[in-house]
Protein backbone atom coordinates (compact mmCIF):
# COMPACT_ATOMS: atom_id res chain seq x y z
CA UNK A 1 0.00 0.00 0.00
CA UNK A 2 1.34 3.34 -0.72
CA UNK A 3 -0.14 6.85 -0.21
CA UNK A 4 -1.78 9.34 -2.53
CA UNK A 5 1.44 11.39 -1.76
CA UNK A 6 4.60 12.03 -0.63
CA UNK A 7 3.85 13.28 2.87
CA UNK A 8 5.88 15.91 4.21
CA UNK A 9 7.02 14.07 7.60
CA UNK A 10 7.18 10.65 8.84
CA UNK A 11 4.12 10.90 11.14
CA UNK A 12 4.30 7.76 12.45
CA UNK A 13 7.90 8.65 13.98
CA UNK A 14 7.23 12.42 14.72
CA UNK A 15 5.44 13.56 18.10
CA UNK A 16 2.13 15.10 16.74
CA UNK A 17 0.61 17.83 19.59
CA UNK A 18 -1.99 20.92 20.17
CA UNK A 19 -1.33 23.77 22.30
CA UNK A 20 -4.83 25.00 23.59
CA UNK A 21 -4.37 28.61 23.36
CA UNK A 22 -7.45 30.81 23.82
CA UNK A 23 -11.32 30.58 23.37
CA UNK A 24 -14.32 33.55 23.31
CA UNK A 25 -14.56 34.72 26.70
CA UNK A 26 -18.72 33.53 27.69
CA UNK A 27 -18.49 36.16 30.42
CA UNK A 28 -16.97 38.70 28.24
CA UNK A 29 -18.17 39.55 25.01
CA UNK A 30 -15.98 40.46 22.21
CA UNK A 31 -12.89 39.29 24.07
CA UNK A 32 -10.92 36.15 24.61
CA UNK A 33 -10.12 33.60 27.13
CA UNK A 34 -6.15 33.06 27.18
CA UNK A 35 -4.74 30.31 28.06
CA UNK A 36 -1.26 30.43 27.30
CA UNK A 37 0.13 33.35 25.23
CA UNK A 38 2.87 33.00 21.86
CA UNK A 39 5.48 33.24 24.60
CA UNK A 40 3.89 30.84 26.79
CA UNK A 41 4.15 28.53 23.94
CA UNK A 42 7.54 28.91 23.42
CA UNK A 43 8.71 28.05 26.95
CA UNK A 44 6.86 24.82 27.51
CA UNK A 45 7.92 23.68 23.29
CA UNK A 46 11.42 24.40 25.01
CA UNK A 47 11.00 22.14 27.71
CA UNK A 48 9.37 19.48 26.11
CA UNK A 49 12.06 19.64 23.63
CA UNK A 50 14.92 18.98 26.59
CA UNK A 51 12.25 15.94 27.86
CA UNK A 52 11.56 14.51 24.37
CA UNK A 53 15.45 14.10 23.58
CA UNK A 54 14.89 16.66 20.48
CA UNK A 55 13.03 14.48 18.03
CA UNK A 56 10.80 15.94 15.67
CA UNK A 57 7.68 17.66 16.79
CA UNK A 58 4.56 18.83 15.31
CA UNK A 59 2.28 21.22 17.43
CA UNK A 60 -0.78 22.67 15.85
CA UNK A 61 -2.17 25.87 17.75
CA UNK A 62 -5.59 26.16 19.16
CA UNK A 63 -7.58 29.25 19.29
CA UNK A 64 -4.94 31.21 17.42
CA UNK A 65 -7.25 33.06 15.49
CA UNK A 66 -9.70 35.99 16.06
CA UNK A 67 -10.98 35.39 19.72
CA UNK A 68 -9.72 31.61 20.21
CA UNK A 69 -11.12 28.41 19.58
CA UNK A 70 -14.14 27.75 16.90
CA UNK A 71 -14.75 31.52 16.55
CA UNK A 72 -15.28 33.32 12.95
CA UNK A 73 -14.94 29.87 10.85
CA UNK A 74 -14.96 29.37 7.92
CA UNK A 75 -12.18 32.36 8.33
CA UNK A 76 -8.77 32.12 9.15
CA UNK A 77 -7.07 35.27 8.25
CA UNK A 78 -6.47 36.95 11.17
CA UNK A 79 -4.47 36.38 14.79
CA UNK A 80 -5.94 36.37 17.88
CA UNK A 81 -4.67 39.97 19.35
CA UNK A 82 -5.22 38.75 22.96
CA UNK A 83 -1.50 36.36 22.41
CA UNK A 84 1.01 38.78 21.44
CA UNK A 85 4.17 39.22 23.11
CA UNK A 86 4.37 42.93 24.80
CA UNK A 87 7.30 43.60 22.56
CA UNK A 88 5.30 43.39 19.50
CA UNK A 89 2.89 45.96 17.27
CA UNK A 90 1.00 43.24 16.58
CA UNK A 91 -0.40 39.26 17.20
CA UNK A 92 1.12 38.52 13.67
CA UNK A 93 4.71 39.60 14.93
CA UNK A 94 4.47 37.57 17.54
CA UNK A 95 3.24 34.38 15.92
CA UNK A 96 5.59 33.89 13.23
CA UNK A 97 8.30 34.50 15.82
CA UNK A 98 6.81 31.30 17.50
CA UNK A 99 7.19 29.79 14.30
CA UNK A 100 10.55 30.34 13.86
CA UNK A 101 12.31 30.50 17.31
CA UNK A 102 10.48 26.59 17.76
CA UNK A 103 13.09 25.65 15.00
CA UNK A 104 15.68 25.83 17.06
CA UNK A 105 13.81 23.09 19.23
CA UNK A 106 13.38 20.84 16.50
CA UNK A 107 9.74 21.57 16.33
CA UNK A 108 7.20 22.43 13.82
CA UNK A 109 4.29 25.23 14.67
CA UNK A 110 1.40 25.10 12.61
CA UNK A 111 -2.38 25.70 13.15
CA UNK A 112 -5.85 24.00 14.24
CA UNK A 113 -8.32 25.35 11.37
CA UNK A 114 -11.93 23.83 9.88
CA UNK A 115 -13.08 23.76 6.35
CA UNK A 116 -16.35 22.26 7.65
CA UNK A 117 -18.02 24.86 10.30
CA UNK A 118 -19.46 28.55 9.17
CA UNK A 119 -20.63 31.13 12.02
CA UNK A 120 -22.67 33.81 11.10
CA UNK A 121 -20.28 36.32 12.84
CA UNK A 122 -17.43 35.68 9.81
CA UNK A 123 -16.91 38.12 7.35
CA UNK A 124 -17.23 35.11 4.69
CA UNK A 125 -20.67 33.74 5.98
CA UNK A 126 -22.55 35.88 3.35
CA UNK A 127 -20.35 34.41 0.63
CA UNK A 128 -21.62 31.28 1.55
CA UNK A 129 -24.87 31.75 1.38
CA UNK A 130 -24.85 33.45 -1.36
CA UNK A 131 -22.70 30.25 -3.36
CA UNK A 132 -24.94 28.04 -1.65
CA UNK A 133 -22.27 26.34 -0.71
CA UNK A 134 -24.20 25.42 3.61
CA UNK A 135 -25.81 22.66 4.27
CA UNK A 136 -29.64 23.17 3.91
CA UNK A 137 -32.42 21.37 4.64
CA UNK A 138 -35.07 19.92 3.07
CA UNK A 139 -37.56 22.89 3.48
CA UNK A 140 -34.46 24.86 1.17
CA UNK A 141 -32.87 26.40 4.72
CA UNK A 142 -29.45 25.94 6.24
CA UNK A 143 -28.69 24.29 8.54
CA UNK A 144 -27.61 24.78 11.61
CA UNK A 145 -26.40 21.17 13.21
CA UNK A 146 -24.52 22.29 16.20
CA UNK A 147 -23.80 25.35 18.51
CA UNK A 148 -20.18 26.40 19.52
CA UNK A 149 -19.37 29.49 21.95
CA UNK A 150 -22.93 30.05 22.10
CA UNK A 151 -23.66 30.74 18.30
CA UNK A 152 -25.27 28.22 15.62
CA UNK A 153 -23.12 26.02 13.45
CA UNK A 154 -23.52 25.74 10.49
CA UNK A 155 -22.40 22.97 8.05
CA UNK A 156 -20.62 23.51 4.83
CA UNK A 157 -21.46 21.65 1.84
CA UNK A 158 -17.60 20.16 0.38
CA UNK A 159 -18.90 19.71 -2.91
CA UNK A 160 -20.71 23.43 -3.65
CA UNK A 161 -17.86 24.72 -1.18
CA UNK A 162 -15.43 23.25 -4.49
CA UNK A 163 -16.93 23.57 -7.22
CA UNK A 164 -17.73 27.69 -6.48
CA UNK A 165 -14.46 27.96 -6.49
CA UNK A 166 -14.59 29.64 -3.15
CA UNK A 167 -12.61 27.15 -1.05
CA UNK A 168 -9.70 27.99 -3.59
CA UNK A 169 -10.23 31.59 -2.83
CA UNK A 170 -10.21 31.32 0.97
CA UNK A 171 -7.09 28.91 1.02
CA UNK A 172 -5.01 31.20 -1.22
CA UNK A 173 -5.61 33.66 0.83
CA UNK A 174 -4.87 32.09 4.14
CA UNK A 175 -1.41 31.16 2.02
CA UNK A 176 -0.44 34.18 0.88
CA UNK A 177 -1.46 35.65 4.40
CA UNK A 178 0.69 33.60 6.43
CA UNK A 179 3.37 32.53 4.18
CA UNK A 180 5.37 30.87 7.21
CA UNK A 181 2.49 28.21 7.52
CA UNK A 182 2.95 27.25 4.40
CA UNK A 183 6.69 26.43 4.98
CA UNK A 184 5.55 24.42 7.97
CA UNK A 185 3.92 21.82 5.93
CA UNK A 186 1.01 20.54 7.72
CA UNK A 187 -1.83 21.99 8.89
CA UNK A 188 -4.63 20.29 11.43
CA UNK A 189 -8.45 20.16 9.92
CA UNK A 190 -10.58 19.74 12.31
CA UNK A 191 -13.65 17.51 11.95
CA UNK A 192 -13.64 17.01 8.52
CA UNK A 193 -16.33 15.11 7.86
CA UNK A 194 -18.80 14.61 5.06
CA UNK A 195 -22.62 15.62 6.01
CA UNK A 196 -25.50 15.09 2.98
CA UNK A 197 -27.27 18.44 1.32
CA UNK A 198 -31.01 18.15 1.22
CA UNK A 199 -31.24 21.08 -0.98
CA UNK A 200 -29.86 20.95 -4.18
CA UNK A 201 -29.82 17.04 -2.85
CA UNK A 202 -25.82 15.82 -2.57
CA UNK A 203 -24.51 12.59 -2.04
CA UNK A 204 -21.83 11.55 0.60
CA UNK A 205 -20.39 9.89 -1.45
CA UNK A 206 -20.08 13.06 -3.55
CA UNK A 207 -18.82 15.05 -0.41
CA UNK A 208 -16.11 12.75 0.06
CA UNK A 209 -15.44 12.98 -3.88
CA UNK A 210 -15.13 16.78 -3.31
CA UNK A 211 -13.32 16.24 0.16
CA UNK A 212 -10.15 14.78 -1.66
CA UNK A 213 -9.63 17.67 -4.28
CA UNK A 214 -9.81 19.83 -1.30
CA UNK A 215 -6.81 17.64 0.25
CA UNK A 216 -5.13 17.36 -3.03
CA UNK A 217 -5.37 21.35 -3.38
CA UNK A 218 -3.75 22.12 -0.09
CA UNK A 219 -0.93 19.01 -0.88
CA UNK A 220 -0.24 20.97 -4.10
CA UNK A 221 0.90 24.58 -1.76
CA UNK A 222 3.08 21.86 -0.27
CA UNK A 223 1.29 21.44 2.87
CA UNK A 224 -0.15 18.00 4.12
CA UNK A 225 -3.55 17.66 6.31
CA UNK A 226 -3.82 15.64 9.41
CA UNK A 227 -7.66 15.57 10.73
CA UNK A 228 -9.35 14.43 14.00
CA UNK A 229 -11.25 11.28 12.70
CA UNK A 230 -10.47 8.42 10.47
CA UNK A 231 -13.96 9.01 8.13
CA UNK A 232 -15.89 6.43 7.63
CA UNK A 233 -19.03 8.05 6.44
CA UNK A 234 -22.02 6.49 4.58
CA UNK A 235 -24.90 7.84 3.08
CA UNK A 236 -26.83 6.06 6.22
CA UNK A 237 -25.17 8.12 8.63
CA UNK A 238 -27.49 10.80 10.05
CA UNK A 239 -26.28 14.84 9.66
CA UNK A 240 -27.07 15.60 13.21
CA UNK A 241 -25.52 13.68 15.88
CA UNK A 242 -27.44 11.79 18.21
CA UNK A 243 -25.03 10.92 21.06
CA UNK A 244 -22.47 13.49 20.44
CA UNK A 245 -19.55 13.81 18.53
CA UNK A 246 -17.88 11.95 16.36
CA UNK A 247 -21.39 10.49 14.76
CA UNK A 248 -21.65 7.16 14.89
CA UNK A 249 -19.41 6.00 12.06
CA UNK A 250 -20.17 2.65 10.30
CA UNK A 251 -17.64 0.35 11.06
CA UNK A 252 -17.65 -2.17 8.08
CA UNK A 253 -17.79 1.38 5.71
CA UNK A 254 -14.63 1.70 3.44
CA UNK A 255 -12.45 4.50 5.56
CA UNK A 256 -12.23 7.29 2.82
CA UNK A 257 -8.85 8.74 3.50
CA UNK A 258 -6.51 6.29 3.69
CA UNK A 259 -3.30 7.75 2.04
CA UNK A 260 -4.79 11.39 1.33
CA UNK A 261 -4.56 12.29 5.57
CA UNK A 262 -1.39 10.77 7.51
CA UNK A 263 -2.64 10.90 10.84
CA UNK A 264 -5.39 11.24 12.42
CA UNK A 265 -6.41 12.38 16.27
CA UNK A 266 -9.23 9.72 16.71
CA UNK A 267 -9.36 6.33 15.55
CA UNK A 268 -12.60 5.47 15.17
CA UNK A 269 -14.66 1.72 14.08
CA UNK A 270 -11.25 0.56 12.39
CA UNK A 271 -11.73 -3.35 11.68
CA UNK A 272 -8.84 -5.76 12.87
CA UNK A 273 -7.98 -6.35 9.06
CA UNK A 274 -7.42 -2.42 8.43
CA UNK A 275 -5.42 -2.71 11.71
CA UNK A 276 -3.04 -5.01 10.04
CA UNK A 277 -3.52 -4.16 6.00
CA UNK A 278 -2.70 0.14 6.72
CA UNK A 279 0.77 0.60 7.98
CA UNK A 280 1.28 3.64 10.52
CA UNK A 281 3.13 5.27 7.82
CA UNK A 282 0.33 5.63 5.36
CA UNK A 283 -2.50 6.06 8.69
CA UNK A 284 -1.36 6.92 12.15
CA UNK A 285 -2.88 8.19 14.97
CA UNK A 286 -3.07 9.93 18.48
CA UNK A 287 -5.44 8.12 20.62
CA UNK A 288 -7.92 5.28 20.32
CA UNK A 289 -11.47 5.48 21.03
CA UNK A 290 -11.70 2.36 21.51
CA UNK A 291 -9.61 2.65 24.66
CA UNK A 292 -8.72 -1.31 24.82
CA UNK A 293 -6.45 -0.51 22.10
CA UNK A 294 -4.82 2.22 23.73
CA UNK A 295 -3.42 -0.87 25.49
CA UNK A 296 -1.95 -2.88 23.26
CA UNK A 297 -1.13 -0.15 20.02
CA UNK A 298 -1.04 2.72 21.78
CA UNK A 299 -0.01 6.24 19.54
CA UNK A 300 0.24 9.74 19.88
CA UNK A 301 -0.42 11.95 23.09
CA UNK A 302 -2.54 14.92 22.55
CA UNK A 303 -0.37 17.06 24.46
CA UNK A 304 -2.83 20.08 25.01
CA UNK A 305 -4.33 17.88 27.95
CA UNK A 306 -1.18 17.66 30.01
CA UNK A 307 0.44 20.73 28.88
CA UNK A 308 -1.45 23.31 31.05
CA UNK A 309 0.06 26.49 32.44
CA UNK A 310 -0.39 27.00 35.95
CA UNK A 311 0.33 23.29 36.35
CA UNK A 312 3.22 22.91 38.43
CA UNK A 313 3.38 19.05 37.77
CA UNK A 314 2.31 19.50 33.98
CA UNK A 315 6.09 18.15 33.28
CA UNK A 316 5.47 14.95 35.38
CA UNK A 317 2.69 14.05 33.83
CA UNK A 318 4.17 14.63 30.38
CA UNK A 319 7.25 12.41 31.20
CA UNK A 320 5.33 9.71 32.39
CA UNK A 321 2.90 9.80 29.14
CA UNK A 322 5.84 10.33 26.59
CA UNK A 323 7.38 7.01 28.19
CA UNK A 324 4.62 5.08 28.66
CA UNK A 325 2.46 5.74 25.90
CA UNK A 326 4.47 7.82 22.88
CA UNK A 327 7.57 5.95 22.79
CA UNK A 328 6.07 2.47 23.03
CA UNK A 329 3.96 3.81 20.19
CA UNK A 330 6.80 5.16 18.47
CA UNK A 331 8.57 1.61 18.71
CA UNK A 332 5.54 -0.75 17.37
CA UNK A 333 5.18 1.44 14.75
CA UNK A 334 8.63 1.08 13.42
CA UNK A 335 7.48 -2.79 13.09
CA UNK A 336 5.26 -4.61 10.65
CA UNK A 337 1.87 -5.63 12.69
CA UNK A 338 1.47 -9.27 11.63
CA UNK A 339 -1.79 -10.83 13.84
CA UNK A 340 -3.77 -9.52 16.69
CA UNK A 341 -5.39 -12.04 18.60
CA UNK A 342 -7.62 -12.75 21.51
CA UNK A 343 -10.68 -10.62 22.85
CA UNK A 344 -11.23 -8.31 25.84
CA UNK A 345 -8.11 -8.46 28.38
CA UNK A 346 -6.64 -11.28 26.00
CA UNK A 347 -6.19 -9.49 23.33
CA UNK A 348 -2.80 -8.91 22.11
CA UNK A 349 -0.54 -8.02 18.96
CA UNK A 350 2.42 -9.51 17.34
CA UNK A 351 5.02 -7.68 15.05
CA UNK A 352 7.68 -8.75 13.11
CA UNK A 353 11.27 -9.36 15.42
CA UNK A 354 9.38 -11.73 17.38
CA UNK A 355 7.43 -8.51 19.59
CA UNK A 356 4.24 -9.40 20.93
CA UNK A 357 1.99 -6.22 22.68
CA UNK A 358 -0.58 -7.46 25.31
CA UNK A 359 -3.94 -6.00 26.73
CA UNK A 360 -3.56 -7.22 29.87
CA UNK A 361 -1.16 -5.43 32.21
CA UNK A 362 0.05 -3.08 28.64
CA UNK A 363 2.75 -5.81 28.26
CA UNK A 364 5.23 -5.32 25.75
CA UNK A 365 7.87 -8.30 24.72
CA UNK A 366 10.96 -8.41 22.87
CA UNK A 367 12.25 -11.76 22.08
CA UNK A 368 11.07 -13.16 25.34
CA UNK A 369 12.01 -10.29 27.03
CA UNK A 370 9.68 -7.87 29.33
CA UNK A 371 10.24 -4.67 27.69
CA UNK A 372 7.05 -2.66 29.11
CA UNK A 373 4.77 -3.37 31.82
CA UNK A 374 2.02 -1.18 33.10
CA UNK A 375 4.27 2.43 33.96
CA UNK A 376 7.42 0.70 34.21
CA UNK A 377 8.96 0.84 30.77
CA UNK A 378 12.70 0.37 29.03
CA UNK A 379 12.48 0.45 25.11
CA UNK A 380 14.49 2.20 22.52
CA UNK A 381 14.06 5.74 21.26
CA UNK A 382 13.40 4.31 17.57
CA UNK A 383 14.81 8.27 16.28
CA UNK A 384 17.95 8.12 17.95
CA UNK A 385 20.77 5.86 17.57
CA UNK A 386 21.95 3.01 21.09
CA UNK A 387 19.44 5.45 23.18
CA UNK A 388 17.04 3.97 25.43
CA UNK A 389 13.93 5.31 27.52
CA UNK A 390 13.61 3.81 30.76
CA UNK A 391 10.48 4.63 33.53
CA UNK A 392 8.74 3.15 36.25
CA UNK A 393 5.63 5.05 37.99
CA UNK A 394 6.21 2.73 41.05
CA UNK A 395 9.96 2.23 40.82
CA UNK A 396 11.88 -0.69 39.48
CA UNK A 397 15.50 -2.26 39.33
CA UNK A 398 16.72 -5.62 37.19
CA UNK A 399 19.39 -6.96 35.45
CA UNK A 400 18.03 -6.23 31.63
CA UNK A 401 18.87 -7.35 28.59
CA UNK A 402 21.33 -5.04 25.95
CA UNK A 403 19.76 -5.63 22.06
CA UNK A 404 22.24 -3.15 21.26
CA UNK A 405 25.01 -4.90 19.59
CA UNK A 406 28.88 -4.62 21.22
CA UNK A 407 27.80 -2.06 23.96
CA UNK A 408 30.05 -2.12 27.10
CA UNK A 409 28.62 0.50 28.52
CA UNK A 410 25.19 2.62 29.55
CA UNK A 411 25.79 6.03 30.48
CA UNK A 412 22.37 6.90 32.04
CA UNK A 413 20.79 10.25 32.63
CA UNK A 414 17.67 11.57 34.61
CA UNK A 415 15.30 13.42 32.05
CA UNK A 416 14.10 16.55 33.14
CA UNK A 417 12.39 19.92 31.87
CA UNK A 418 15.21 21.61 31.64
CA UNK A 419 17.86 18.91 29.86
CA UNK A 420 19.24 15.70 30.91
CA UNK A 421 21.38 15.30 34.15
CA UNK A 422 24.03 12.60 34.25
CA UNK A 423 23.48 10.04 36.68
CA UNK A 424 25.77 6.77 36.53
CA UNK A 425 27.71 4.65 34.02
CA UNK A 426 27.00 0.81 34.38
CA UNK A 427 29.15 -1.81 32.69
CA UNK A 428 27.58 -4.11 30.15
CA UNK A 429 28.57 -7.96 30.57
CA UNK A 430 27.29 -10.77 29.16
CA UNK A 431 25.20 -8.42 27.13
CA UNK A 432 23.45 -7.55 30.76
CA UNK A 433 23.54 -4.55 32.82
CA UNK A 434 21.91 -3.44 36.25
CA UNK A 435 19.17 -0.70 35.70
CA UNK A 436 17.77 1.06 38.54
CA UNK A 437 15.22 3.30 38.10
CA UNK A 438 13.21 5.52 41.53
CA UNK A 439 9.70 6.21 41.85
CA UNK A 440 8.22 8.38 38.75
CA UNK A 441 11.88 8.41 37.07
CA UNK A 442 12.47 8.90 33.57
CA UNK A 443 15.81 7.81 32.51
CA UNK A 444 17.92 8.32 29.28
CA UNK A 445 20.40 5.63 28.86
CA UNK A 446 22.68 5.97 26.27
CA UNK A 447 25.01 2.65 25.22
CA UNK A 448 28.80 2.74 23.86
Known amino acids: MEPVFAYQYPYEKCMVMKLGLAYPDPDRPGKSKVLMSFDDALAFIRKIDAMTQGIRKIYYLVGWQYLGHDDKYPDYFEVNEALKSPQDAAAADSFRRLCEEAEKYHSVVSVHINFNDAYDNAPSFPD ?155 SCGGVFREKRRNQYLYGNMHGEDIIIKGDPHWAEKFLECFATYQV ?87 ITEEGNRYLRTVPVRDGRFYLAIAQKQALLVCFA
Not at 173 to 202: E, M
Not at 220 to 229: Q, Y
Not at 350 to 358: G, K, N, P, T
Open 328 to 414: PGHFLNAHRRMAIKGVGASTRCYFSEDIVSYAKHQKITWRGETMKEKETVFLPLVQKEKQWIAYSRTGDARVRRVFESGAAKADIYV
Open 128 to 282: FVRAGALIRKRSGKIHAIETYNGRKCYKICHKTYWESGLFCRQFDRFAQTFPFLVKAGTIHVDNFQCYKNYAPKVSIKEMQDARRKMIAYVYEKGMDITSEFTYKENNLLPNRPIFGLPRDHWKWARQDTVGWIPMTWWRYRETRKELLDIPPEI
